[in-house]
């Protein structure tokens, strides 16, 4: 399993001329317009990244959107780089998923199966114990309580992280379906990512080696 971390506002605007028609469209069409410049080169940087392990024009890149707004790959390259994962389905050429927060962004790539990746940067404060109990149940709420309020907020978002990733990884979603209702519960693990955020990764199968890399620019 590979994953890739890039502040966005490092990465070039041109990654963004990959895009299709849709995607163009797509992020005209959110209103914020830095957000919306941020998500066109987040999707640029996807492509591009993709291509490199497919050894494919990053340009030609098909997607598909599942039921939750998971993306997968439509399969039209004949032949993966001996470098990267190998293929694992006849829909979907590599396993992936990103995830972005503010100018941040994760991209997760995995020969494990399906796989899921979220980042949370720390924004405003929220009432974590009530939305701790709500989603994770009372024991994590009572040990959030018993946090000081800095490493309660801390320690929510890196339950939040772990949750969006184990959710993205079976396809669902928030508000799609309950992992813990999942006969096979995904392989987790909590990225460190050195500055004030929560990031997880979650894999189908237990991968047998993750990396991890920083875009440069």
Request: aromatic share 6%; glycine share 8%.
């Amino acid at each position: 399993m590979h994953v890739w971390r890039a502040d966005l506002t490092t990465v070039s605007p041109e990654l963004g001329e990959l895009l299709c028609e849709e995607e163009r469209a797509r992020a005209k069409r959110i209103v914020n317009k830095p957000d919306g410049e941020l998500w066109r080169r987040s999707r640029g940087l996807l492509r591009t990244l993709l291509a490199r392990y497919l050894q494919a024009d990053p340009s030609t890149l098909q997607f598909v959107t599942g039921k939750h707004g998971k993306p997968a790959l439509v399969h039209n390259v004949d032949e993966l780089s001996t470098a990267s994962p190998p293929a694992t389905a006849d829909t979907d050429p590599l396993p992936f998923n990103v995830s972005h927060s503010g100018h941040w962004a994760l991209y997760a790539f995995s020969a494990a199966g399906p796989v899921g990746v979220d980042i949370e940067v720390a924004r405003q404060p929220v009432d974590a114990v009530a939305i701790a109990a709500r989603i994770f149940g009372p024991v994590q709420a009572q040990r959030l309580q018993a946090l000081d309020p800095a490493s309660r907020q801390r320690e929510f978002i890196r339950a939040w992280a772990r949750h969006e990733a184990e959710l993205k990884c079976l396809g669902v979603g928030i508000g799609g379906g309950d992992a813990s209702a999942s006969p096979c519960r995904p392989w987790v693990v909590q990225l460190e990512l050195g500055f004030d955020a929560g990031a997880a990764v979650a894999s189908e199968l237990r991968a047998l080696e993750l990396r991890c890399w920083g875009w440069q620019a």
